[in-house]
């Protein structure tokens, strides 16, 4: 692998965050499926596994941008 970075995602349901696939930008060539006992490496076809994560947070005033 290029990179020390590594995701897992084991949740199922409707808590588990989402992911998508980014079909559009280069291949990173390190996205990986785990199923039937064994990894699977995804192709450049099928792009990079990103996790989708909600977050709501309250926002406490205006924000503004001065210019």
Known sequence: MKSN???FQRQVGD???GLAS???GASAESTYIY???EFEQ???EEGNL???ARIA???DGMVT???
């Open 15 to 17: 808590y588990a965050p």
């Open 42 to 44: 995804l192709t450049a």
């Open 57 to 59: 947070q309250p926002v």
């Open 35 to 37: 199923a039937a006992g």
């Open 65 to 67: 941008k001065r210019m």
């Open 5 to 7: 970075n590594h995701i």
């Open 22 to 24: 980014d079909e559009n």
């Open 50 to 52: 990103m996790i989708r």
